[in-house]
């Protein structure tokens, strides 16, 4: 083919382009080598992960070896360095436990609200300047927030704790409770007869109005009674590790919103309803599992997270009674493993250096598990949009 | 001319960073008869404060050394120079068995070199009333026999207990001087540090900690323990029941004459004394 | 229900939206306000004739003649403060012995505050410690440290059913009728004279060596360091991270390999950091060796591994945005694959792939738990290029981190902590800003 002697300038273009049956085979080698070469490159991050699991497997295996599985997660014990040693971990594993649902608890509500609010509702020129505003959240260092978790928030919470609580129950209580007040005074008259309605209903407005009122002073003095006995506990953790979290549940519920497609919105407006009608009813439940993937990496992102509960969650070993005291101090996962390492050593061997590995081990478990959760709920969520 | 404008700054990084690297005070690693110019220290947080102001003064007289000093607790001190990545363990308690028998079985021979006197003060917030406890109060308030401030004659406040993390030495002198073997109550916060025992205390008024002499300053009180208060004068005379040692630990007794040798033997020289007793710790040779 | 109540129901749906967007906002200045307002005191405070001196005995920096001068006018004012304690001494003498020996412990702790202030008083030997050869170098510990000379904190403990309520009481009422007396007044009228204090601009703060465990100088060797293992790691990710997404873009079809491959980055991106560096530990410094001790290399080894999923995933995206027209046209002209991707996609995905290495380098800068056990400590000298591959460097998370729990007195070196943070935040911000100016660039130019 190659091979034509005619030197016109089709010919040229063509000798130029297509090239001889060797060269080809040449190149085609070449690129194959180049396609393998890269093909190698890529799989370091399945190098990675493997030795990574390998390693802390390795290091972890040895310790079941030793101890047996049940005493980790069934006892509250955590003595490592006592003679004899007891490594209870139910209690670490609850702080994680309970730092998570609390970052969860911070995280999810406000941060669907918001990619809610970035998708549907605010105009483009807001979201240009909200979207830095969350990446910026996502940027700064864990250790920067620690340091604020331990420096400006402990001691806030310490001295000032029972006042800062009550601001945040008002400020969340009370347009929260009136407009329920409003429903539900709504609800519960819409069967009357007209000309009485009215007047029941501010009637009853008014009484609603009073009870959440005294209920909420009640709880405000509940709250100022409080006792905070130290500033470092599961609640200061809990908060800032939703406010990490915030910034990947936003984007990733915000993308899951924004599969959704025009076509449902518009046929729900088209049938009356208004537009949290709509989001709540049917755009939230068309991206359900868009936004369980939100919160399932918003969970990975706290349960992960180690120089915050480290620095600010008090470290010590037990379930608060009762258990949902978040005031209390609590220890973590990660805190454990960044604490202890440092005595536990590999080189005797003992079984305080191998739980290291196994607790982490668990995290990592629990990891993988979330991200596979996440990466099946990102598929369907894919799958049912199609 | 945007690819241009894009070329530009990514030279402009790729050059600032190489600037940055040339223009830092280069240190050559050169080897000679006073051996390496690199010595790495590992381990207590407790005896840091005292590394760090020995590193320092070194350097300052040596500026071709770099010593670079990390707090990361007693036990990892140990470890790091069994596995030979450290070359002087700062210990704030003794090698245990077990490690000398994985130092010896790597081939490296921990040698001590005790570097100053530390008494363990019980402290609290300055507020608090009592004055001073017995080892068996202490004991009791840790276990959590004790809950309140006042079974020991101070007001009716919960005790808020501080304990040092499990991987330092100075968990191990409390829990070997006062817990003997019992265990510390579940609800015990851990820190990291004897700094940040004494943050702990000075910010919460029904505290009680535990620190190394050199953390314990005006802000917070120390307890008098069977009534003996911990200064320099008891803890060298061991009247102060909660005294301990602090060590540096090095692979064999280094070759004298190399600066590793110099550096783990300032603390007897007299500005090493001097050092020793600013930072508020108690000099081997003050008897 | 009643179509106001749907709409009010419909407003406070979007309120609560609006509030949380708020409260992100609210958030970020709430975390950033105390971190830029205290930082930038570690560069802009008053400094005393103290830190003249010290920035003159030290580093030879400063006009000598002016700030001898300075030193001199200082220690007339000073001079009469001691006068005033050596008489006072004088007269203790002629006490009696129990008195004396109340006074005399008074005494002490007058001379110590007072050379907490003002440094070493004249004639006694020079102290071994650097923060004890001189007195405050910045005004606003001077006054905090005015207040501890002029008044001791007391408790009243007569309350038993609370802890004590501290009282201040004026410590001259220890001296009313001795000749010490007046020195309180003296000392809290002229502190001004004796420390001339100046708003400085301490911009070397950055670029200084911290001396005698951060009471002096500044922060350089943890900035380097961090600077090293931001661009280490970028160094070792990128080219990684980069192939990798080209392949998983352009060349990688549908295969359980493929899947495989993004199930584990979508692993890797999910370890939580610490365990990355158990790895870093336990792989690359004890089991490969790639350094006798704890060191940048293995640091940025490390990170590498940690950043590698964003880079991927950033870069990849960024290539598939690149118009699926640019690859036709440049296969319709007969170029290979090969020379597609390389003169045609990277090129057109550049500033894409660019804002995802800048947006790695801002994670790879702040991430502590990984290079704990790899690459950070808390005292060590600014490294040249070639130390790195065998040395650990300060960082500036890890020394943030160490400063502010493990230093012996966290409270004296506030600014020093606030100013890490704010540079370490400074720089991520930097970094992302560029990352988000880039993109926006990005957008711009394939909009028109």
Not at chain 1, 96 to 122: E, W
Request: overall charge positive; charged content about 20%; some cysteine.
């Amino acid at each position: 083919m190659a091979g034509t002697s005619i030197p016109t300038e089709a010919g040229l273009l063509r000798r130029h382009l297509m090239l001889s049956r060797s060269a080809s085979r040449l190149q085609r080698l070449g690129a194959l080598a180049a396609r393998g070469a890269l093909l190698l490159v890529t799989c370091s991050s399945v190098f990675a992960v493997i030795f990574i699991f390998l390693f802390i497997f390795r290091d972890a295996l040895p310790f079941f070896g030793l101890r047996g599985f049940a005493e980790v997660f069934t006892d509250t014990a955590w003595y490592p360095s006592a003679e004899p040693a007891s490594f209870g971990a139910l209690a670490i594993f609850f702080g994680s436990g309970i730092v998570t649902l609390g970052a969860v608890v911070v995280a999810v509500p406000l941060g669907v609200a918001a990619a809610v609010c970035l998708s549907d509702v605010l105009p483009f020129s807001v979201r240009q300047f909200a979207k830095p505003v969350i990446e910026m959240l996502a940027a700064i260092p864990s250790v920067a927030y620690g340091f604020f978790a331990l420096v400006v928030l402990a001691p806030l919470l310490q001295e000032k704790g029972g006042v800062v609580l009550s601001v945040g129950a008002c400020l969340a209580g009370a347009p929260l409770g009136l407009l329920a007040v409003v429903v539900l005074s709504d609800l519960l008259t819409s069967r009357l007869p007209d000309p009485s309605r009215p007047v029941v209903r501010l009637v009853l407005m008014g009484g609603l109005c009073a009870a959440g009122f005294y209920g909420l002073t009640q709880l405000v003095q509940l709250l100022l009674r409080l006792p905070i006995h130290s500033g470092t506990n599961a609640l200061n953790v809990s908060v800032i590790l939703g406010i990490m979290a915030l910034p990947t549940v936003v984007s990733v519920s915000e993308d899951a919103l924004h599969a959704v497609g025009r076509e449902l919105r518009e046929a729900s407006y088209a049938l009356g309803a208004t537009r949290a009608e709509t989001l709540v009813k049917v755009v939230i439940p068309a991206a359900r599992s868009g936004i369980l993937a939100a919160v399932v990496l918003g969970v990975m992102r706290a349960v992960g997270e180690t120089m915050v509960v480290w620095m600010a969650s008090g470290n010590a070993a037990q379930i608060p009674r009762p258990w949902f005291n978040v005031l209390e101090p609590i220890r973590t996962l990660t805190a454990t493993i960044a604490g202890e390492m440092g005595e536990a050593d590999h080189v005797t061997g003992s079984a305080r250096y191998h739980v290291l590995f196994a607790l982490a081990l668990c995290l990592l478990l629990i990891c993988f598990v979330c991200n596979l959760l996440g990466e099946w709920a990102v598929r369907r969520s894919k799958a049912r949009l199609r | 001319m945007k690819r241009s404008t894009l070329r530009t700054v990514i030279l402009l990084a790729v050059a600032s960073a190489f600037a940055l690297a040339v223009q830092t005070r280069g240190v050559h690693a050169q080897e000679s008869t006073a051996g390496s110019t690199k010595i790495v220290v590992d381990g207590s947080t407790t005896v840091g404060p005292i590394a760090k102001a020995f590193a320092e003064h070194y350097m300052g007289l040596h500026p071709e050394v770099n010593i670079t000093v990390s707090e990361s607790g007693s036990g990892n001190g140990a470890k790091s120079l069994i596995n030979g990545v450290c070359d002087v363990a700062d210990m704030s308690r003794f090698m245990k068995e077990r490690e000398f028998k994985a130092a010896v079985e790597k081939g490296v021979m921990p040698v001590a070199h005790v570097v100053a006197m530390d008494g363990l003060p019980i402290i609290v917030h300055p507020s608090n009333p009592v004055k001073a406890l017995t080892v068996q109060q202490v004991r009791d308030i840790y276990t959590g026999k004790i809950t309140n401030w006042r079974e020991v004659g101070g007001p009716n406040v919960r005790i808020v207990k501080i304990s040092r993390d499990t991987n330092s030495g100075t968990y191990e002198t409390f829990a070997k001087l006062i817990m003997k073997k019992e265990k510390i109550a579940p609800d015990t916060e851990h820190v990291g540090s004897n700094g940040a025992v004494r943050q702990r205390v000075q910010s919460t008024p029904a505290a009680i900690g535990y620190a190394g002499l050199g953390f314990v300053d005006r802000t917070v009180k120390a307890l008098g323990i069977n009534g003996v208060y911990p200064d320099r004068e008891s803890v060298r005379s061991g009247r102060y029941p909660i005294a301990r040692p602090l060590f540096m630990f090095t692979d064999g007794y280094p070759a004298l004459g190399t600066r590793l040798h110099a550096f783990v033997t300032l603390h007897l020289s007299p500005k090493g004394q001097e050092i020793i007793e600013d930072i508020g710790f108690v000099p081997v040779t003050d008897y | 229900m009643r179509l106001s109540t749907r709409k009010l129901l419909d407003r406070s749906f979007s309120g609560l939206g609006v509030f949380a967007i708020l409260l992100m906002v609210g958030a970020l200045l709430v975390l950033l306000a105390p971190i830029a307002a205290r930082g930038s005191r570690a560069f802009v405070f008053r400094a005393t004739v103290e830190h003249r001196q010290f920035m003159l005995e030290e580093s030879g920096r400063g006009d000598h003649d002016a700030i001898d001068a300075e030193i001199r006018a200082a220690a007339e004012v000073r001079r009469k403060a001691y006068d005033m304690i050596a008489r006072f001494e004088e007269e203790l003498e002629a006490a009696g012995r129990s008195e004396r020996r109340e006074l005399r412990r008074s005494l002490r702790e007058v001379k110590d505050h007072l050379a907490g202030l003002l440094g070493p008083a004249p004639g006694n030997a020079r102290p071994v410690l650097l923060r004890d050869q001189y007195g405050q170098t910045r005004w606003d510990r001077a006054l905090v440290g005015l207040g501890d000379f002029l008044y001791v904190t007391e408790y009243d403990y007569s309350d038993p059913s609370g802890m004590g309520r501290p009282l201040l009481v004026p410590r001259v009422d220890g001296f009313r009728g001795t000749s010490l007396e007046p020195l309180f007044a003296y000392v809290e009228q002229n502190l001004e004279r004796m420390l001339r204090p100046r708003l400085t601009f301490y911009w070397r703060f950055l670029f200084d060596e911290g001396r005698d465990a951060h009471f002096f100088g500044g922060i350089w060797p943890a900035v380097l360091g961090t600077l090293y293992l931001t661009i280490g790691t970028m160094l070792i990710a990128a080219p990684v991270g980069i192939a990798s997404a080209v392949y998983l873009a352009e060349f990688a079809g549908e295969g359980w390999l493929i899947s495989l491959i993004r199930t584990c980055i979508g692993t890797l991106a999910g370890v939580p950091s610490i365990v990355f560096g158990l790895f870093g530990l336990a792989f690359f410094i004890n089991t490969l060796g790639v350094s006798d001790s704890k060191s940048v290399l293995a640091g940025c080894l490390t990170l590498a591994v940690l950043v590698l999923p964003t880079v991927i995933r950033a870069s990849e995206e960024a290539i598939l945005a690149v118009p699926k027209t640019y690859k036709e046209a440049s296969l319709s002209l007969g170029a290979g694959q090969g020379s597609t991707v390389l003169r045609v996609i990277l090129p057109a995905a550049l500033p894409g792939i660019l804002t995802s290495v800048i947006i790695s380098m801002g994670r790879a800068a702040g991430e502590t738990a990984p290079i704990i056990f790899t690459a950070a400590v808390s005292l060590g000298r600014p490294l040249s290029l070639r130390q790195t591959l065998s040395q650990p460097t300060p960082a500036l998370p890890w020394n943030i981190y160490n400063l502010c729990t493990e230093h012996e007195a966290v409270d004296q070196i506030r600014h020093v902590q606030y100013g890490m943070v704010l540079t370490l935040v400074l720089l991520v911000l930097l970094l992302n800003l560029a990352a988000i100016l880039l993109r926006a660039r990005l957008a711009r130019r394939l909009a028109g």
